[in-house]
């Protein structure tokens, strides 16, 4: 089992659709989460981070995490066609003082006009 | 402000030729430094990482090596690709002691 589960899609909307792209994982040791954006050949960007439980929001997006299920979730609101793209969520896990990330698979989203 | 630059963009070799792609970090000191290579539709896959100059973990036995000659450059190799060395390579940094990773812009490469 990965640590990180992710639904791959593709995930088609409307233009203005409150969109809610989700995650699993399975490693308890888990305190803290990411969601990267990545445009078609091009590298991730990160798009926001929070730790522990609760709700993070940056703008129209909002990142959600319920660790009690070990379920994490990125909202978009009012989406746009500039938001399609695929999603990584990621959590980091520890070895020695480097830090490294354990990433989702991605989940492709279409906004479409 | 910090800055990632990856080079090149795109490369095609053929199998059995030498590989250098390299990366470098403007505006840090001292940064955690990371080679990933992304296959479609896996996710991403952690090659080596390195905390400074001279000091590589590599996390997945492969033909490829890294190498880090100076603070804020990383340069991935390999003596002899293989086509299954074909796939899209990221470089990232990190602060010491943070999680959040910023990547370049990637290099997509084809072997043939």
């Known amino acids: 089992q990965k640590e990180v589960e992710q639904d791959p899609g593709p995930l088609s909307v409307p233009e203005g659709a409150i969109v809610s792209l989700n995650c699993t994982y399975s490693n308890s040791a888990f305190q803290y989460f990411m969601w990267y954006r990545q445009y078609s050949r091009k590298g991730p960007e990160l798009l926001m981070y929070?730790?522990?439980?609760g709700n993070k929001e940056d703008g129209r997006f909002t990142a959600q995490v319920d660790k009690s299920s070990k379920y994490i979730s990125l909202f978009i609101r009012d989406s746009q066609p500039s938001d399609s793209a695929t999603y990584l969520c990621?959590?980091?896990?520890?070895?020695?003082?480097?830090?490294?990330?354990?990433f989702g698979s991605g989940t492709q989203l279409t906004v479409l006009p | 402000s910090q800055t990632i630059h990856q080079w090149p963009a795109t490369l095609v070799q053929p199998v059995g030729s030498p590989l250098s792609l390299e990366c470098t970090v403007e505006?840090?000191?001292?940064?955690?430094l990371y080679w990933y290579r992304q296959a479609a539709g896996r996710g991403l896959q952690l090659l080596f990482y390195?905390?400074?100059?001279?000091?590589i973990s590599s996390e997945v036995p492969q033909n490829l090596s890294a190498s880090r000659p100076q603070d804020r450059q990383f340069i991935l190799s390999s003596k002899k690709l293989l086509l299954s060395d074909s796939g899209f390579y990221l470089c990232a940094w990190s602060r010491g002691g943070r999680a959040e990773a910023f990547f370049g812009q990637g290099t997509r490469l084809t072997v043939v």
């Open positions: 505006g840090t000191s001292n940064p955690n």
């Open positions: 929070t730790y522990s439980s």
């Open positions: 390195s905390v400074g100059i001279g000091q």
């Open positions: 990621a959590a980091p896990s520890s070895s020695g003082s480097a830090r490294q990330l354990t």
